[in-house]
């Protein structure tokens, strides 16, 4: 079964330094998919970022990049340059793929909290 | 524009009472997805869909029912079945390479 650890419940920043959070997985399948959602307190979830198991590069959206180290089974997610708006919590996912079909089902981490100090 | 529609964006339900969370759908979308949230907790999968009058058991599926008679339509029941069943409730549905989308949620509680 696959699985999803965020071992910070909770994440301080200061306006306009980076911060990091951690994400390890565990899984049996060669082929998966690794999110990170932002999620604030009106309670959508917004897309962030996606790297495929198989991506040779570590995916960048703009300030988020994801640091994918595969033998480590770790995807944290880097934020750069926070911003008030940062503040929310995080979840990190993985995606199985089922029966060679591309939107197998989303197991999700515990969450990160993350507060951005002005 | 495209997206997920999840109504009413608040429920109150009483004890023995079922309820239906509507979750519907204008993206084309085979797959679709019930997540449970409880406060300062991750997703759990309730139930999930790949494909019209077909559906599959998630993590967390008792005391909930689901149908999908349209691919456009996901509804989740939650019956009285379901202990605790005040949370977060959203949906979401899956499309190409890695295109999820989630509904806005409703928020159930119990009276």
């Known amino acids: 079964a696959q699985k999803i650890t965020q071992t910070q419940p909770g994440m301080f920043v200061q306006e306009k330094e980076a911060v990091t959070l951690d994400c390890t997985y565990d899984t049996s399948d060669p082929s998966y998919g690794l999110f990170w959602y932002k999620q604030p307190s009106s309670g959508e979830m917004i897309f962030l970022i996606y790297?495929?198991?198989?991506?040779?590069q570590n995916a960048t959206e703009g300030r988020y990049s994801l640091n994918f180290q595969k033998a480590r089974k770790s995807a944290n997610l880097v934020i750069s340059a926070s911003q008030l708006g940062d503040s929310a919590m995080y979840f990190c996912?993985?995606?199985?793929?089922?029966?060679?079909?591309?939107?197998?089902?989303?197991?999700f981490g515990q969450g990160t909290i993350l507060t951005v100090h002005p | 524009d495209g997206g997920i529609t999840q109504s009413p964006k608040y429920l109150f339900r009483k004890e023995g009472q079922n309820v239906t969370l509507s979750c519907e759908q204008n993206l084309n979308h085979d797959a679709m997805y019930w997540y449970r949230q409880d406060p300062g907790q991750g997703l759990r999968l309730i139930y999930y869909?790949?494909?019209?009058?077909?559906?599959q058991k998630g993590d967390i599926a008792e005391g909930y029912s689901v149908s999908r008679e349209k691919k456009e339509s996901f509804p989740l029941t939650v019956t009285s079945a379901q202990k605790n069943p005040t949370a977060f409730y959203l949906c979401?549905?899956?499309?190409?390479?890695?295109?999820?989308?989630f509904g806005s949620g409703t928020r159930l509680t119990v009276v």
């Open positions: 869909s790949q494909i019209v009058n077909d559906f």
């Open positions: 996912a993985m995606r199985e793929y089922a029966g060679g079909t591309s939107y197998g089902k989303l197991t």
């Open positions: 979401c549905s899956g499309g190409a390479n890695y295109g999820y989308t």
């Open positions: 790297q495929g198991s198989y991506d040779q």
